[in-house]
């Protein structure tokens, strides 16, 4: 039989243990050590089974154990101790508020100053906080989760906004044949941490999105407390829907292209919808600053430009110029097929008959998410386009980035286009195990420097014995998902003995777990199979290697490779050396952060944005051996690992993993495997050992999504909310002022021209370097002001194309008979050029850059 209906029944706690249901509801407990040692008190079996779920611990929870714990003095003054511990950490000043009080201090009297918002609206589509709430596929959802973790431990006032999907991802299980199987578990929001919003009456508050046809998208919304952080989660299940709304959010990247748009309409729309009806239920203060996490979410601008031109008669532009100061978008796409793009009429059909957005034209709209291909319409583009300010998530990433996006910003040299790079991090209490995570100082990351505070003092034996025991607990892990995924696949427990012995706790073990596109090259270590072979059983020196990975549902290509590590990993000569984990999630990743000695990645170069997983490694004492590729590429410095050489320059994909594959068998045997098994007499691999202190040290700091978290506040939130701020005071009149600009400039501009242009050089001699030299121009500005615009003298290198190299720049001044003039160092030896050119200038633009306008000199 199957149940019409599912519904979740909570225990209900003593009166005298309630402080313990609101432990279990604020998801702090996910880092905090102290509060998941109190939750395996009440039933230390249960807890294991559970996977540490206190939620699910509490429902299943005996009445009579409840009681008994109720009547236990040293069990409650624990409760109560952790309970006040949490209140203060919600309650009292950290960085953020340490830092906001400095800068107002500093600008009193101008009011120009930088300052730090009161709110932000975080939007993403996923976020991966703890697998009690499946709410993620990958890293981009741990990201976010992380990013929210951070903003808490920094006191960062951050309101994460998402979507709550029905049956999350899939789970992930694998056919008699090794071929990946997908499952979707039905997910009950009442058994998860989560509480909705509702009226005063009690009755749930929704969110209303017109839909075509007259019909209405309604949402629930729920609500998770991420320490200080609120994320707000929208749910279309609601019986006013029709039947195919419900479904809206019913799985996480499931669905065709129209299932899609209507989640990212809810996600951008609702979510703005829904930030907006918690600020007025719970008074807190109205975000300043809105961060798109990805181009998913991007028609949140749209729906804040409607707003403003409906509640304070602006107009479009006037409204574009007020929402664009106060957006931060951040980009995790390497590849244009990564972008979300929609066909221009499947945008139409939703925007088009005006009651989605009211009193926007569609054509506007269009135009924001327009790219190359008139017939689609690009949401990295239109996410841009929204926002004032845009980084990418390393910086080799931010390098591609400007690139990938530079045709928005025609006629500018591809480092000045304005995408910059923030690098991801990692949330450390979280994905440290607690034995490091005693090395690391405070577990809360609201120091300055996090990192590894009294690690000095730590011998090698003792850190070497510290690694040793989170292998052997990797091992045991392994042996029973082994075990459990055989049995899944067909198999006999009769047959299973072999499972006991898989994997050995003295043998140096490689991880290789992430998402599984082509470009992550997950069967890059089977270019040769013979060759991994011999290093997997080499009598003297062996490797063991786990992988895991999940592929897109409709990937069938990224299945196939995942079913080819399946079958090498089933030949018995092999399999004691050599695992397919399945379904893999954040519990299974902690074992392998913890335990594996060395992380691989070896993605194509520079297809990865970040990889973070290999971040969540080093805090461990990890090791990585890696393309240089997203964050590895800035932070690998020679002494914390290993780099794989890439083939760069060869064309032939076939050619070149052949290539970056034997360099990584090169690797292994000559390198990695050799400095692992050179031991002392105490048995200690001191070399190796000098790896894992650097790496400890150097990347601890570095590595963690607090000093991420920082970098947003310092470089995007605070000039954000700063621009914006300045374009709503005084009735929005300088964001009028800017919109009046663009239209005056749009009007002018094709007609602006360098007339003449000259740079004076010594007469009879050559220059030398660092010789000063007058540059003089004559302008055009066709009805603009001197005030409108900046005139740029250019000097670079400069080749047989003519294209200028390693530029320099000096802003030339207007002289008293109307000519612009500029004294300028002449910044190399050898062949250089000089041209001028004349870009848009305004008090609210963040760059010269950034209206994509700029007239050369001919």
Same mark, same amino acid.
């Given at each position: 039989?199957?149940?019409?209906?599912?519904?979740?029944?909570?225990?209900?706690?003593?009166?005298?243990?309630?402080?313990?249901?609101?432990?279990?509801?604020?998801?702090?407990?996910?880092?905090?050590?102290?509060?998941?040692?109190?939750?395996?008190?009440?039933?230390?079996?249960?807890?294991?089974?559970?996977?540490?779920?206190?939620?699910?611990?509490?429902?299943?929870?005996?009445?009579?154990?409840?009681?008994?714990?109720?009547?236990?003095?040293?069990?409650?003054?624990?409760?109560?101790?952790?309970?006040?511990?949490?209140?203060?950490?919600?309650?009292?000043?950290?960085?953020?508020?340490?830092?906001?009080?400095?800068?107002?201090?500093?600008?009193?009297?101008?009011?120009?100053?930088?300052?730090?918002?009161?709110?932000?609206?975080?939007?993403?589509?996923?976020?991966? #906080?703890?697998?009690?709430?499946?709410?993620?596929?990958?890293?981009?959802?741990?990201?976010?989760?992380?990013?929210?973790?951070?903003?808490?431990?920094?006191?960062?006032?951050?309101?994460?906004?998402?979507?709550?999907?029905?049956?999350?991802?899939?789970?992930?299980?694998?056919?008699?044949?090794?071929?990946?199987?997908?499952?979707?578990?039905?997910?009950?929001?009442?058994?998860?941490?989560?509480?909705?919003?509702?009226?005063?009456?009690?009755?749930?508050?929704?969110?209303?999105?017109?839909?075509?046809?007259?019909?209405?998208?309604?949402?629930?919304?729920?609500?998770?407390?991420?320490?200080?952080?609120?994320?707000?989660?929208?749910?279309?299940?609601?019986?006013?829907?029709?039947?195919?709304?419900?479904?809206?959010?019913?799985?996480?990247?499931?669905?065709?292209?129209?299932?899609?748009?209507?989640?990212?309409?809810?996600?951008?729309?609702?979510?703005?919808?829904?930030?907006?009806?918690?600020?007025?239920?719970?008074?807190?203060?109205?975000?300043?600053?809105?961060?798109?996490?990805?181009?998913?979410?991007?028609?949140?601008?749209?729906?804040?430009?409607?707003?403003?031109?409906?509640?304070?008669?602006?107009?479009?532009?006037?409204?574009?110029?007020?929402?664009?100061?106060?957006?931060?978008?951040?980009?995790?796409?390497?590849?244009?097929?990564?972008?979300?793009?929609?066909?221009?009429?499947?945008?139409?059909?939703?925007?088009?008959?005006?009651?989605?957005?009211?009193?926007?034209?569609?054509?506007?709209?269009?135009?924001?998410?327009?790219?190359?291909?008139?017939?689609?319409?690009?949401?990295?583009?239109?996410?841009?386009?929204?926002?004032?300010?845009?980084?990418?998530?390393?910086?080799?990433?931010?390098?591609?980035?400007?690139?990938?996006?530079?045709?928005?910003?025609?006629?500018?040299?591809?480092?000045?286009?304005?995408?910059?790079?923030?690098?991801?991090?990692?949330?450390?209490?979280?994905?440290?195990?607690?034995?490091?995570?005693?090395?690391?100082?405070?577990?809360?990351?609201?120091?300055?420097?996090?990192?590894?505070?009294?690690?000095?003092?730590?011998?090698?034996?003792?850190?070497?014995?510290?690694?040793?025991?989170?292998?052997?607990?990797?091992?045991?892990?392994?042996?029973?998902?082994?075990?459990?995924?055989?049995?899944?696949?067909?198999?006999?427990?009769?047959?299973?003995?072999?499972?006991?012995?898989?994997?050995?706790?003295?043998?140096?073990?490689?991880?290789?777990?992430?998402?599984?596109?082509?470009?992550?090259?997950?069967?890059?270590?089977?270019?040769?199979?013979?060759?991994?072979?011999?290093?997997?059983?080499?009598?003297?020196?062996?490797?063991?290697?786990?992988?895991?990975?999940?592929?897109?549902?409709?990937?069938?290509?990224?299945?196939?490779?995942?079913?080819?590590?399946?079958?090498?990993?089933?030949?018995?000569?092999?399999?004691?050396?050599?695992?397919?984990?399945?379904?893999?999630?954040?519990?299974?990743?902690?074992?392998?952060?913890?335990?594996?000695?060395?992380?691989?990645?070896?993605?194509?170069?520079?297809?990865?944005?970040?990889?973070?997983?290999?971040?969540?490694?080093?805090?461990?004492?990890?090791?990585?051996?890696?393309?240089?590729?997203?964050?590895?590429?800035?932070?690998?410095?020679?002494?914390?690992?290993?780099?794989?050489?890439?083939?760069?320059?060869?064309?032939?994909?076939?050619?070149?993993?052949?290539?970056?594959?034997?360099?990584?068998?090169?690797?292994?045997?000559?390198?990695?495997?050799?400095?692992?098994?050179?031991?002392?007499?105490?048995?200690?691999?001191?070399?190796?050992?000098?790896?894992?202190?650097?790496?400890?040290?150097?990347?601890?700091?570095?590595?963690?999504?607090?000093?991420?978290?920082?970098?947003?506040?310092?470089?995007?939130?605070?000039?954000?909310?700063?621009?914006?701020?300045?374009?709503?005071?005084?009735?929005?009149?300088?964001?009028?002022?800017?919109?009046?600009?663009?239209?005056?400039?749009?009007?002018?501009?094709?007609?602006?021209?360098?007339?003449?242009?000259?740079?004076?050089?010594?007469?009879?001699?050559?220059? #030398?370097?660092?010789?000063?030299?007058?540059?003089?121009?004559?302008?055009?500005?066709?009805?603009?002001?001197?005030?409108?615009?900046?005139?740029?003298?250019?000097?670079?290198?400069?080749?047989?194309?003519?294209?200028?190299?390693?530029?320099?720049?000096?802003?030339?001044?207007?002289?008293?008979?109307?000519?612009?003039?500029?004294?300028?160092?002449?910044?190399?030896?050898?062949?250089?050029?000089?041209?001028?050119?004349?870009?848009?200038?305004?008090?609210?633009?963040?760059?010269?850059?950034?209206?994509?306008?700029?007239?050369?000199?001919?």
């Amino acid at each position: 039989m199957k149940a019409v209906r599912r519904f979740a029944v909570r225990a209900g706690l003593p009166e005298s243990l309630a402080d313990l249901g609101t432990l279990a509801n604020n998801l702090r407990w996910t880092w905090h050590p102290p509060t998941q040692d109190l939750f395996a008190m009440v039933d230390p079996q249960a807890w294991e089974a559970l996977g540490g779920d206190p939620l699910r611990m509490l429902e299943q929870a005996p009445a009579e154990r409840l009681r008994r714990l109720a009547a236990d003095e040293d069990f409650m003054t624990r409760v109560h101790a952790i309970a006040d511990d949490l209140q203060r950490y919600l309650t009292v000043d950290r960085w953020y508020q340490r830092r906001s009080e400095e800068l107002a201090n500093r600008a009193q009297g101008d009011p120009g100053a930088l300052r730090l918002p009161k709110s932000i609206a975080y939007f993403s589509m996923e976020f991966g #906080v703890t697998e009690a709430l499946p709410n993620y596929s990958g890293g981009l959802g741990v990201l976010a989760g992380d990013h929210l973790k951070a903003a808490s431990d920094l006191g960062v006032p951050l309101i994460g906004v998402g979507l709550l999907y029905r049956s999350g991802y899939f789970r992930q299980s694998l056919s008699a044949e090794g071929w990946q199987v997908e499952h979707y578990p039905v997910i009950d929001p009442r058994g998860l941490p989560l509480e909705p919003l509702t009226e005063p009456s009690g009755a749930p508050l929704l969110v209303h999105v017109a839909m075509p046809g007259n019909r209405v998208l309604r949402a629930r919304i729920w609500k998770a407390n991420v320490g200080r952080v609120p994320l707000l989660l929208l749910d279309s299940d609601v019986e006013e829907n029709d039947e195919d709304l419900r479904r809206v959010t019913d799985r996480l990247y499931g669905g065709d292209q129209d299932h899609r748009i209507r989640q990212e309409i809810l996600a951008g729309i609702g979510g703005v919808r829904a930030v907006r009806t918690y600020c007025e239920l719970t008074g807190h203060p109205q975000p300043e600053v809105f961060h798109t996490n990805e181009g998913h979410a991007g028609f949140l601008g749209l729906e804040r430009v409607r707003e403003l031109m409906a509640a304070e008669g602006l107009d479009f532009d006037q409204s574009l110029s007020a929402v664009r100061a106060g957006t931060v978008f951040t980009t995790h796409t390497p590849v244009p097929a990564g972008i979300d793009r929609f066909p221009v009429d499947l945008v139409r059909h939703y925007f088009g008959a005006g009651t989605l957005l009211p009193g926007l034209d569609v054509q506007r709209v269009l135009a924001l998410g327009a790219e190359e291909n008139a017939g689609m319409f690009n949401m990295a583009h239109m996410g841009l386009r929204l926002a004032q300010r845009a980084n990418g998530v390393s910086k080799l990433h931010g390098e591609v980035s400007r690139s990938m996006f530079g045709g928005l910003w025609p006629g500018f040299d591809t480092h000045e286009v304005p995408i910059r790079s923030v690098t991801n991090g990692v949330h450390g209490p979280t994905w440290a195990a607690r034995e490091i995570s005693k090395l690391l100082g405070d577990a809360e990351m609201d120091n300055e420097q996090p990192g590894m505070l009294g690690f000095q003092p730590v011998t090698d034996s003792l850190l070497w014995e510290l690694r040793c025991g989170l292998r052997e607990r990797l091992v045991h892990e392994v042996r029973r998902r082994v075990r459990e995924a055989w049995l899944q696949r067909g198999a006999s427990a009769l047959e299973l003995s072999w499972t006991d012995s898989v994997f050995d706790p003295d043998v140096l073990t490689v991880g290789f777990a992430r998402r599984v596109p082509t470009y992550k090259r997950l069967t890059l270590m089977l270019r040769d199979p013979a060759r991994l072979k011999a290093l997997l059983l080499d009598p003297d020196r062996p490797v063991q290697l786990v992988v895991a990975g999940k592929s897109h549902p409709a990937d069938d290509g990224g299945k196939a490779l995942i079913q080819q590590i399946v079958r090498f990993a089933d030949d018995p000569e092999v399999r004691h050396r050599i695992v397919f984990l399945p379904d893999y999630d954040m519990s299974m990743a902690r074992y392998l952060y913890w335990g594996c000695d060395v992380w691989l990645n070896n993605p194509m170069r520079p297809l990865e944005a970040c990889g973070t997983s290999g971040m969540k490694a080093a805090l461990n004492g990890g090791l990585n051996l890696s393309i240089r590729d997203g964050w590895w590429d800035e932070m690998y410095d020679g002494r914390n690992g290993w780099a794989i050489p890439t083939a760069d320059g060869v064309n032939d994909p076939v050619r070149r993993d052949d290539l970056e594959a034997s360099a990584l068998y090169d690797l292994l045997a000559e390198q990695v495997m050799p400095t692992y098994y050179d031991r002392g007499d105490d048995g200690v691999p001191s070399r190796w050992m000098e790896l894992v202190r650097h790496t400890l040290a150097s990347l601890g700091p570095k590595v963690q999504a607090t000093r991420m978290v920082r970098e947003y506040v310092e470089s995007h939130y605070a000039p954000a909310a700063t621009s914006a701020a300045r374009a709503y005071t005084d009735g929005f009149q300088q964001a009028k002022d800017l919109a009046a600009y663009r239209s005056r400039l749009e009007a002018a501009w094709y007609h602006v021209r360098v007339t003449d242009s000259e740079l004076t050089l010594p007469d009879g001699k050559t220059p #030398v370097i660092g010789e000063r030299v007058q540059a003089r121009a004559s302008v055009n500005l066709s009805g603009l002001q001197t005030s409108d615009v900046e005139v740029q003298a250019v000097v670079g290198r400069v080749g047989d194309t003519d294209d200028l190299l390693d530029v320099v720049t000096v802003t030339m001044q207007p002289d008293s008979d109307g000519t612009y003039v500029a004294e300028l160092a002449l910044p190399h030896a050898g062949a250089l050029g000089y041209t001028v050119r004349v870009l848009p200038k305004h008090d609210l633009l963040a760059s010269t850059a950034e209206l994509g306008r700029v007239i050369l000199a001919n």
